[in-house]
């Protein structure tokens, strides 16, 4: 008789996590935060449960090279507000591709994922930079391809 497996708490340990390394450039940036979502969360490993974070860490570099299709450039406008009344802030995605690009691959891995309390802890898994510098040369982060 076959028992369904339910990973525990207890059953994982940030030891048992891998980092895994992302070269975004020319790669959709759709695309990107599909695959970057799912490794976060741990989709892509046999022992996956909903409510625990079996997921790896992920490192993206080169996110100024990520590629954005059709007219999103000019037509795409994120948001954010500063927390005082009235100052809702917006910047077209040309705008943010030029003064942070990392930040345009977070707000789109953010969108991919559930919006529970997790999300948060998966985020800080997480690493984003805008060239292919990087400062986790001591965990040798495997490659993974998109």
Not at 69 to 95: C, M
């Amino acid at each position: 008789m076959r028992k369904t497996f339910s990973a525990r708490k207890e059953d994982f340990t940030d030891a048992d996590k891998k980092w895994r390394i992302v070269d975004a450039s020319g790669v959709v940036l759709g695309k990107l935060a599909v695959r970057v979502a799912n490794v976060l969360r741990g989709k892509d490993k046999p022992t996956f449960t909903e409510h625990i974070d079996v997921g790896d860490h992920v490192i993206v570099i080169n996110a100024a090279k990520v590629k954005i299709t059709g007219d999103k450039l000019n037509s795409k406008i994120y948001y954010h507000h500063t927390g005082y009344v009235g100052h809702l802030r917006s910047a077209k995605a040309s705008e943010m591709m030029a003064k942070h690009p990392e930040r345009v691959v977070e707000k789109a891995v953010f969108g991919m994922l559930p919006g529970n309390k997790m999300r948060a802890q998966y985020l800080k898994k997480l690493k984003v930079y805008p060239a292919a510098e990087h400062t986790h040369t001591a965990q040798q982060a495997e490659k993974m391809e998109i």
